[in-house]
């Protein structure tokens, strides 16, 4: 399955962006999915995570509250509606796709496919 991942870009603190990753080549009903995100000389980390049915989301403590994972399997998309951004959200942001939810949240984390990433810029 190939990810591609839209929607970064500048946004000053406080602001809202929605991010969306368009799988294709397979549908990925079935699959679990997450959100990562990645800065220069730091690990990936997870930030939220939604079931293959949607009905379990899990966040990073430092999202929940602001960040909203969603899904629509009939058009094979994944969402994150992040609102009432901060500087410490800056980062390249990645959608994953795996069989298993439980890998999403592991560390360090290992889904089968990654998207190439979407540049997410807060500034203060």
Known sequence: VQLVE???????AGGSLRLS???SGRTISKDAMGWF??????ER?????????GGTTHYADSVK?????????AENTL?????SLKPEDT???YCAADVSFV???RTPPRPDYWGQGTQVTVSS
């Not at 839209?6 to 000053?12: D, E, K």
């Not at 980390?45 to 049915?53: G, H």
């Not at 509250?65 to 399997?73: V, Y």
């Open 6 to 12: 839209s929607g970064g870009g500048l946004v000053q």
């Open 21 to 23: 990753c368009a799988a």
């Open 45 to 53: 980390e997870f930030v939220a995570a939604i079931s293959w049915s």
């Open 37 to 42: 995100r990645q800065v220069p000389g730091k």
């Open 65 to 73: 509250g602001r960040f909203t994972i969603s899904r629509d399997n």
């Open 103 to 105: 890998i999403m949240t």
């Open 91 to 93: 980062g390249v942001y």
């Open 79 to 83: 969402y994150l509606q992040m609102n």
